[in-house]
Nanobody, 124 residues
Framework: QVQLVESGGRLVQAGGSLRLSCTTS????????MGWFRQPPGKEREVVAA????????AYADSVKGRFTISRDNTKNTIYLQMNNLKPEDTAVYYC?????????????????WGQGTQVTVSS
């Protein structure tokens, strides 16, 4: 089982930026495709972005394309989500997750390791 710990969430004004981090305990971090998900208040969890094991491939939900960037540092067992031009509708608990296997873009099933989440609140 891989432990994941997110950080970086806070209250920010619309138009602002945040960078979320997720550090893992994975012995072989490069075995895992990684994803960022979010769950807005009263809504279901949705995938936001994903990154392949090497970091060479990324994918984004339409709602965040051009504003969010996912990246990973395999020397630090960490992924990041740079969020720019934040909007009130980005308010959510953000989770990172890990899955083994082949790169599958934004496919959101088969993630079997999850962090506890970090709250991002965007005020208007």
């Amino acid at each position: 089982q891989v432990q994941l710990v997110e950080s970086g969430g806070r209250l920010v004004q619309a138009g602002g930026s945040l960078r979320l981090s997720c550090t893992t305990s994975a012995r072989t971090f490069t075995n895992y495709n990684m994803g960022w998900f979010r769950q807005p208040p009263g809504k279901e969890r949705e995938v936001v972005a994903a990154i392949s094991r090497s970091g060479g491939s990324t994918a984004y939900a339409d709602s965040v394309k051009g504003r969010f960037t996912i990246s990973r540092d395999n020397t630090k067992n960490t992924i990041y989500l740079q969020m720019n031009n934040l909007k009130p509708e980005d308010t959510a608990v953000y989770y990172c997750a890990a899955r083994l296997g082949l790169w599958a873009g934004l496919q959101s099933s088969d993630y079997d390791n999850w962090g506890q989440g970090t709250q991002v609140t965007v005020s208007s």
